[in-house]
């Protein structure tokens, strides 16, 4: 069928987008004041970070790369770095699919405590695992000085910085491999035993072919986070085993070298935005499915009980790994002084809570500021990208989701760089460690909001707008109650992020913004393990405890309103 | 004579589909509602019809063409200021607000306070028959309650214009027919234009006034139900409300309001319909029930397809070169010819119907 053309007399108008955003002023006005902001607080540290690596004294050159690149020391960190960010990634996978699998696919017992004991990990501060593995394998350790009677153990180094990025990075593996199995119809898996195939079959040529897309992304986004992780590297990779983002920090702090830095965390960033655009290329193409009402029943017949009793085994072992750990933790924190005197005492508590009074009272203030704020950012971003046709829409979804591509070094550098001077001057205010966790943070917020959106139909907020609801307030009754699930992750998410974040948050404290997570490092810096372990405690209690709230928050405000609407 | 309630004028809509090439959904549409009437657009799968009812609640933008409710032009004004009421196919109720506050909704956009919303809400709910379930979320209710919910929604904000898109096709056939009564009973009672999209010729035949049957993003034909079937203008609107034989012939004798039409392999003199087309092809419209079998008869033919409905019966007989569908009634009474039986068969060419054959009409 052909365009007709309009009548003579009676000229077809064209008409854009432009037209119909004039009617609905809002959208325009929150599109482009995000976008405004993203710019400000992703891009320009992002242009800073390059400007100034390729800017050494002050001319363009790349002087500052070919210098780095000629260090042996340095060389050996980019090997070591990529390695440790390989082999973490493929473990944490293999380990993650494993443990997802017996959790989502088995009937095995304790489901329920498993699922939480791999949780544990991600809502502490990154480099948990390594103070526990130091108080374990450490000179003076329990296990190797006290049970095995070990003298010249050195746990410090490629073994042990692999061991603590497992563990703390296998259980996001976990977590998004789940996902992914749940997905994943297990009706499937009976039909095509049904059908005759072995179960080997079944998983070679059902599961594993439909799950590879989320097995990839997986491993990639643990290759991004191992590759940005400092906490780790800080505390356990030593001096022989040199690691990027440790460099580029020392760089910076040690000897205020700003170029050689920002170089730096510019090599560390490349290997990131590649992993990061093959994961976007995987994640686009994958076909969000809409739930149905008819869950999938099966049998879950597709498993032999040996299969399963070896899964459970080492599920059990992973998962006794984690309660060591956090024992550990817990005795380190009530210990006298760990190592040499192992008597209970809560003096080390005692010491957190008064000296450290301060930090802890910056820290909550600072996460409970960017959490709600963070939260909504994405929730909204979420529903101007699904929902909402405007100019420069697939800009600002990618400069939103940018920013998780980033490691925090890069950021925490760029943020120096670029907030240190007027109009701009934030350093040294809480402003600036606000405004890096909201955007660091926001992108999970944003893309588990863009998941929920795609799967409710549009249709429900067009019923809104249809009954006379503009915009904002069709966001605010309809968006927001339906994406609550998407929300309370994102809260989730941003505050146990900004209560946990080490990478980018250790350029930025001050004087008078200290956080938690930087005291720590700190501690076991100066070798009070046990105040360090206090911390880590103190702060995980503050963690569920929001958690808890927060759930409860949202339970309460949107069960139906009535009366009060407007 | 006062503006329509609804003026749809030369409204065209182009998509880009993935690839870049346009998709012409909507095509020059052009057509006018009057106040209280209920119109229904029919046509196949994809010809356009859900877009012009989101191009008139303003969900779409057209790329020509203009929209104008009561007198008002609406082509730019956004969806929340046309004061249109939809019913959608999937009836979008609010999952997070139970039936009153469902109802309510509109209200609470337009202001209207504490006892005045109540009243109106539960009068809603009356007219739809759902008194009593105010406080039940969505998903405790029934297909049918759902959709009567999403009625009751959209009319009690006394929207200037209703429109539904499929709102019936997600139940089952009884309660399709149940609603229907309801529906048209509703309509009149608040004497509200309404806009119905339908693929369903029976819907729409028993719920219009008026029907407009599209294709391809064209309208077809505007026209009450009964002309529609009688006096279908285009081969396309023929075949798609209702059955039929469709006959190619010739016209070799114009006599006055009667033409002489050479079948294949038959004669047939049928109405006149304007003047004869220049190479006098047409087609001419037989529907079944005008086909009748008997035992004997001047003209033969043989049965080749027997098919028993219980209160009818089809058929499919060869008269010549022709296949034509018959239906045989009340096969109680009259009883069914088996297939290869050898039947007389007498065609209604006097209440046949001609159509040009050369597309659009
Ligand atoms: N957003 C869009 N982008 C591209 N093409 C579209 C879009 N929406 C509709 N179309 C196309 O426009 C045509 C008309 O679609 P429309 O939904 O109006 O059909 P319909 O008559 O309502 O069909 P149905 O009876 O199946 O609901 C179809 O070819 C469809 O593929
Ligand atoms: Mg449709």
């Not at chain 2, 799968?45 to 012009?52: A, E, N, P, V």
Request: proline share 6%.
């Amino acid at each position: 069928m052909i365009a007709h053309g309009a009548a003579p007399g009676h000229p077809a108008r064209p008409r854009g987008a432009w037209r119909r955003l004039a009617a609905d002023p809002a959208v325009l006005a929150a599109a482009l004041a995000i976008q405004v902001l993203l710019l400000v607080f992703i891009v320009w540290p992002l242009v800073r970070v390059v400007v100034v690596s390729l800017t050494p004294g002050g001319l363009w050159s790349t002087a500052a790369y070919a210098e780095q690149l000629r260090s042996w020391y340095i060389q050996r960190a980019v090997v070591n770095s990529l390695l440790v960010g390989v082999l973490t990634a493929g473990v944490s996978v293999v380990l993650g699919f494993a443990y997802a699998y017996t959790l989502v696919r088995t009937a095995v017992p304790l489901r329920r405590l498993l699922h939480l004991l791999a949780i544990l990990p991600i809502v502490s501060p990154p480099f948990v695992s390594s103070i526990a593995i130091i108080l374990l394998f450490g000179r003076g350790g329990i296990i190797t000085s006290g049970v095995l009677g070990l003298q010249d153990f050195n746990i410090y180094g490629f073994k042990g910085l692999l061991l603590a990025q497992v563990m703390t990075f296998a259980p996001v593996a976990y977590l998004i491999l789940r996902g992914v199995l749940e997905g994943i119809d297990p009706t499937l898996e009976d039909a095509a035993l049904n059908l005759g195939a072995g179960r080997l079959t079944v998983f070679r040529r059902v599961l594993l072919p439909l799950a590879t897309p989320g097995i990839a992304s997986a491993f990639l986004v643990v290759f991004i986070e191992s590759l940005a992780d400092f906490g780790n590297p800080l505390l356990l990779a030593g001096s022989a085993f040199p690691i990027l983002s440790v460099q580029a920090y020392l760089q910076i702090t040690g000897m205020f070298n700003l170029p050689a830095g920002a170089a730096l965390s510019v090599l560390l960033l490349a290997p990131s935005i590649a992993a990061f655009l093959i994961y976007r290329a995987i994640v686009g193409r994958r076909r969000y499915v809409t739930i149905t009402g008819k869950p999938g029943r099966s049998s879950l017949k597709a498993t032999s009980p040996l299969t399963t009793g070896l899964l459970f085994a080492t599920t059990a072992l992973m998962a006794g790994l984690v309660v060591l750990f956090y024992a550990v933790i817990a005795a380190g924190a009530l210990a006298r002084t760990w190592g040499v005197d192992n008597r209970p005492s809560l003096d080390a508590l005692r010491y957190v809570l008064s000296v450290g009074g301060e930090t802890i009272r910056d820290t909550l203030t600072i996460a409970v500021t960017a959490t709600p704020v963070s939260g909504l950012l994405g929730m909204v971003v979420a529903f101007l990208v699904v929902r909402r046709r405007f100019p420069g829409r697939g800009v600002l979804e990618m400069t939103s989701l940018l920013n998780f591509a980033l490691p925090g070094t890069v950021v925490g550098i760029g943020y120096i760089l670029a907030f240190n001077q007027r109009p701009l001057l934030l350093t040294g205010t809480m402003l600036i460690l606000v405004a890096c966790f909201v955007f660091r943070y926001v992108p999970v917020g944003i893309q588990s909001g863009i998941a929920v959106l795609r799967q409710i139909d549009p249709a429900i907020e067009e019923a809104a707008q249809n009954l006379g609801a503009s915009s904002a307030l069709t966001f605010r009754r309809v968006t927001l109650p339906l994406v609550r699930p998407a929300f309370f992750s994102a809260l989730v998410f941003a505050f146990v992020r900004a209560m946990t974040a080490i990478s980018a948050a250790v350029f930025l404290v001050s004087a008078n913004w200290n956080l938690m997570t930087v005291q720590i490092l700190s501690e076991v810096g100066s070798g009070r393990y046990n105040a360090a372990a206090a911390y880590s405690m103190v702060l995980l209690a503050i963690v569920v405890a929001a958690i808890a709230a927060i759930g409860l928050l949202l339970r309460r405000g949107y069960s139906p309103v009535q009366g009060r609407f407007l | 004579m006062s503006a329509p309630a609804l003026l749809i004028d030369r409204l065209t809509k182009v998509f880009a589909d993935p690839a870049g090439a346009a998709v012409v959904a909507v095509d020059d549409v052009t057509l006018a509602v009057a106040a209280g009437e209920f119109v229904s657009l029919l046509g196949p799968s994809g010809c356009g019809k859900t877009t012009l009812l989101r191009i008139v609640a303003g969900f779409e933008t057209p790329t020509a063409g203009e929209v104008v409710i009561a007198g008002e032009r609406v082509t730019e004004l956004p969806p929340n200021r046309r004061d249109t009421a939809m019913v959608f196919q999937s009836y979008a109720l609010f999952p997070h607000l139970d039936v009153f506050e469902n109802v309510a909704f509109g209200l609470r956009v337009r202001g209207v306070a504490a006892p005045s919303l109540g009243a109106r809400v539960a009068e809603a709910l009356a007219l739809v028959g759902l008194t009593g379930l105010e406080r039940r979320s969505p998903d405790q209710l029934s297909g049918g309650q759902q959709q009567r919910v999403a009625l009751a929604r959209a009319v009690v904000t006394r929207p200037r214009l209703l429109l539904l898109d499929e709102p019936l096709s997600n139940l089952d056939a009884k309660l399709r027919e149940q609603m229907r009564v309801e529906l048209r009973r509703i309509q009149r009672e608040l004497g509200i234009t309404a806009v119905y999209v339908t693929h369903d010729q029976v819907e729409a035949m028993t719920l219009a006034d008026r029907i407009v049957v599209m294709n391809r993003g064209r309208v077809q034909q505007v026209a009450p139900p009964a002309e529609l079937y009688a006096r279908p203008a285009t081969p396309f609107v023929a075949e798609f409300v209702g059955k039929v034989n469709l006959l190619e012939g010739r016209v070799t004798v114009a006599d006055g309001d009667r033409w002489r039409v050479a079948l294949a392999g038959l004669e047939a003199v049928v109405p006149a319909r304007g003047p004869v087309p220049p190479d006098g092809r047409v087609g001419v419209v037989v529907r079944p029930e005008t086909v009748h079998l008997r035992r004997d008869g001047p003209l033969r033919g043989v049965v080749r397809r027997t098919t028993y409905l219980g209160s009818q019966v089809e058929y499919e007989v060869e008269v010549g070169d022709l296949r034509l569908q018959a239906i045989g009634q009340s096969p109680l009474e009259e009883g069914i010819f088996a297939e290869g039986e050898r039947v007389g068969v007498t065609i209604g060419f006097d209440v046949a119907h001609v159509v040009p054959l050369d597309g659009v009409g």
